[in-house]
């Protein structure tokens, strides 16, 4: 995860308005194409992003690599990654908007059938348990034993972005971007019990090896990618692949996660 700032290319008009599928955000969909103009979200130079966090991470999914930014306008609940809902002004905010290039983590997944899956999470990638059973899981950081047997409902590696996400709900840290951290964060852990996890480097590579997968099977989760009955799984930061997010000047990302740390 990089901290650089990144400016809003100019658009040229080349701008794709997305939508999540709620009526509000859809009736803004209409009211800003009418005014402002659509492209094909393959010809856009800027994506704007019309619903919640949950739609502004799907569209992130979509623009990996594509070197095309997105900037996001709340038609949701939290909005933690929004800028506020206005029609007036667009194109003068979008020239001034700043934003930060994010790296997603990448994971990769050997089922017990031996099948081989990989994908890319710009939040987080977590393991839980999937019967009454805790999990037993070995940890390993750069190919070397860190914790031989965490009994536990999940574990989770977090992006500095993600960690304001499902690790601030399992009472993981909260971390600035610029700290090139990645919070390792266990679930409702039983054994050890007062273990609250670690912060890794963001270049460490981080294996997960489920013990006993046969009476406690586990499954991974990237993003928005589910793999079951797991028994291996490796998560490592990819910085060949990018994208970036955009923010009005004065709520910037890293001021928000600075500022949530701080919120009661």
Sequence with gaps: MS????????????????????????????????RYGSVQFEEARIV??????GFMLETMHRLLGRNVPVYGMNCGSVGFLMNPYQEDGLLERLSVAQGTELHPLRMTA???????????????????RQTRQAA?????????????????????????????????????PIVPLSARLLPLTPISAFRP???????????????????????????????????????DVHIREDRSISTAILFDPDRNLSERIIAEQFTV
């Design 110 to 128: 050997t089922t017990c059938s031996g099948e081989t899956v990989e994908a890319l999470a710009l939040n987080d990638v977590f393991l839980f």
């Design 193 to 231: 019990r007062r273990w609250r996890g670690a912060l890794l480097p963001s270049d460490a590579h981080v294996r997960f090896g489920i013990l006993e997968h046969d009476k406690r099977p586990v499954a991974a989760v990237a993003d928005f990618t589910e793999v079951r009955d797991v028994i």
């Design 3 to 34: 901290a650089a700032i990144v400016h809003a290319p100019d658009h040229n008009g080349a701008i794709a308005f997305v939508a999540a599928s709620t009526d509000s955000s859809r009736h803004c969909l209409h009211r800003l194409s009418e």
């Design 136 to 172: 037993k899981i070995r940890i390993a950081v750069d190919e070397r034993s860190r914790m031989e047997e965490l009994i536990c409902d999940g574990v989770l590696v977090a992006t500095p972005a993600g960690s304001t996400a499902y690790n601030l709900s399992a009472h993981g």
């Design 48 to 53: 704007v992003c019309l619903g919640g966090d």
